[in-house]
């Protein structure tokens, strides 16, 4: 069974930092380049930041480069996002998933950021 576990989110000021985890199945994070996807109230989930399978690639939206980094440790099935220098249009639900064609979303982790 495909489980996705997010963990992390929080309450921080403009220009605070997070970290955010995730959980996933063996058989999920194994085999698939991941990434973390966020929605903002009343918008779109959005593709944040992706890693490949391996971890020596990244890619991030234009709106998070230099400030959200993302790592993957394969040993113990585990996501992440180093957030820093948040704003407040970083609020929004944040999300684990693959990268591709991703499917069986998790609840999910709340960050707020305030002005």
């Known amino acids: 069974q495909v489980q996705l576990v997010e963990s992390g989110g929080g309450l921080v000021q403009t220009g605070g930092s997070l970290r955010l985890s995730c959980t996933a199945s063996?058989?999920?994070?194994?085999?698939?380049?991941m990434a973390w996807y966020r929605q903002a109230p009343g918008k779109q989930r959005e593709l944040v930041a992706a890693i490949t399978r391996g971890g020596s690639a990244t890619n991030y939206t234009d709106s998070v480069k230099g400030r959200f980094a993302i790592s993957r440790d394969n040993a113990k099935n585990a996501l992440y996002l180093q957030m820093n220098s948040l704003k407040p249009e970083d609020t929004a639900v944040y999300y684990c998933?693959?990268?591709?064609?991703?499917?069986?979303w998790g609840q999910g982790t709340q960050v707020t950021v305030s002005s």
């Open positions: 063996e058989r999920i994070f194994s085999t698939n380049a």
């Open positions: 998933n693959k990268r591709f064609y991703p499917d069986h």
